[in-house]
Structure formats: structure tokens, C-alpha cells
């Protein structure tokens, strides 16, 4: 696991390298046909850590949001989102991140959430607890909470959550406060104990596959709305909770929406 997790960081290393020259660069952006807007550092980033990866782990496979996947049938497997939150990279906001996964048989075994502006990094790997570095201050690990009425939640646009805003909704009627943005770097908060919880909808394997081992192993729990694990093939809803007793209460206020 030393090695794999040597190889992630040196792929987040090379993509924040790619990655900054471009920030408040005023890039202009392509929309990609779901949408979501990409731009020459997205597509420049997924390629070096392309190349780091293909170089240290050549039998493993690699799935890339810009550039599909290689090698499908391998039991290893790199999942990457070079820029995940490209809406707030291309405005100037330093809440965008990088992330990478490792899958073992279809499982998140790695997750790195790496911020290239703040400096900010998560490194989550089964098994472990996740480790936290920035300059800003705060830790891995995350916070105690009293019940939904004292939780902070999150979530990164209510464009997302498309036709589950009603179910969301009902979440959102029972906590202390609802915050906006944050995309990946909302579930970097949570695991530091920021942040309570995270509700999303719409999200790809790329834009959770790091995240797992990040929050888990911080002490968190991280499932669909149904409280079951993510998968591949799943909805794309997504849960995470810092205390792992608000899971069951958020999960029923989500209900089956």
C-alpha cells in the first residue's frame, strides 16, 4: 500500500504542477455533452498522471473523466478527476480539487483529495486512517454530532439534485444550516470535522471513488441515500456523514425520493 499511495501522491504532485499556471487565468471553457464545462488544464492534468501511473503500475488499469478507460478488465484500477469542481476553477474559486482513486476489484482502496492552490491534500487507504496536510491548520478525523439539529450540511448546487430536491429538502428542513459549493473540497471539510454532513445527487464514479477511503478512514460513512454502499453502477447518490449516528436519521429523511 506505501508504494500505491507513493504513486497517487506523485500523480497529484504532477497534476497540481499542470494545474496552477492555469488558475485565474481566465481559461476558456468547452461544454462537454452532459454539460459540464472542461478546459485545457482538466485535459492536461488527466494526462500527466496518466503518464506517472502507466509508469509506476503498468499491469493496472485507469479510468479518466476526460479520456475513458484503459485496461478495463484489470483488477486494479485508477480512477482520476483531474479538476473536480471545473465551475468553480474556472471562476477563481480555490474550492476545486483533484481527485484519485484507486479501485481493487470495483472497491476504493486509495483515495487522495489534493487542493493545488491551498496546498491542502486528504490521503485515505483501507485500512488506515486518513491523513490531512495544509497550511491552514485542522486534522483528519471527524467531529462528534449531536443529531441532525446541530449538523452543518452541504452540498455542492441545487441544480444537481434535479428531480430528488424534494427528498433532499426534507434533510435540509432538520439541520442548523445548509451551505452551497464546495464540490469535492466540501468532503475534504467533512473528513476534518468541519462539515457534517454532504448530500449530492448526479455524481459519477470519478467524483466519488476517491472520497470513500478518504472519509472512512477518518472516522466517517459514506453511501448512497439508502445507506448502501456506492457502486459503479449506482444512481449517482451520494451520503456522507462525519458522526456515523447521523446516518440512519438522514437516511430516513431522504427516504426513497
Not at 472516522?219 to 453502477?233: E, F, K, P
Amino acid at each position: 500500500m506505501d508504494d500505491l499511495v507513493a504513486a497517487a501522491e506523485a500523480a497529484a504532485d504532477v497534476a497540481g504542477a499542470v494545474i496552477r499556471p492555469f488558475f485565474r487565468a481566465r481559461l476558456s471553457a468547452a461544454v462537454k455533452h452532459d454539460r459540464s464545462p472542461v478546459t485545457i488544464a482538466d485535459r492536461a492534468a488527466e494526462q500527466a498522471m496518466r503518464a506517472v501511473l502507466a509508469e509506476r503500475c503498468p499491469a493496472h488499469g485507469i479510468t479518466g473523466e476526460e479520456f475513458g478507460t484503459d485496461r478495463p478488465d484489470a483488477r486494479f484500477r485508477w480512477v482520476l478527476d483531474p479538476i473536480d469542481g471545473t465551475r468553480a476553477f474556472i471562476t477563481g474559486r480555490p474550492v476545486f480539487g483533484t481527485l484519485i482513486a484507486l479501485l481493487e476489484d470495483g472497491v476504493p482502496v486509495l483515495g487522495v483529495i489534493d487542493q493545488p492552490v491551498t496546498g491542502e491534500r486528504w490521503v485515505g487507504a483501507a485500512g488506515q486512517p486518513t491523513r490531512f496536510r495544509g497550511p491552514f491548520g485542522g486534522a483528519a478525523g471527524t467531529r462528534s454530532c449531536e443529531g441532525l439539529a446541530a449538523a452543518e450540511l452541504s452540498a455542492t448546487s441545487p441544480e444537481m439534485l434535479g428531480p430528488h430536491r424534494v427528498a433532499w429538502n426534507r434533510l435540509a428542513a432538520t439541520v442548523r444550516r445548509v451551505s452551497w459549493g464546495g464540490d469535492c473540497y466540501a468532503y475534504g471539510l467533512l473528513a476534518i470535522g468541519q462539515i457534517d454532513i454532504v448530500a449530492e445527487a448526479d455524481l459519477k464514479l470519478w467524483d466519488w471513488a476517491a472520497l470513500v477511503p478518504v472519509i472512512e478512514g477518518a472516522g466517517g460513512r459514506i453511501t448512497d441515500w439508502s445507506g448502501q454502499a456506492l457502486r459503479a453502477d449506482g444512481d449517482g447518490r451520494v451520503l456522507a456523514v462525519g458522526d456515523p449516528a447521523l446516518l440512519a436519521p438522514a437516511v430516513a429523511r431522504l427516504g426513497a425520493g
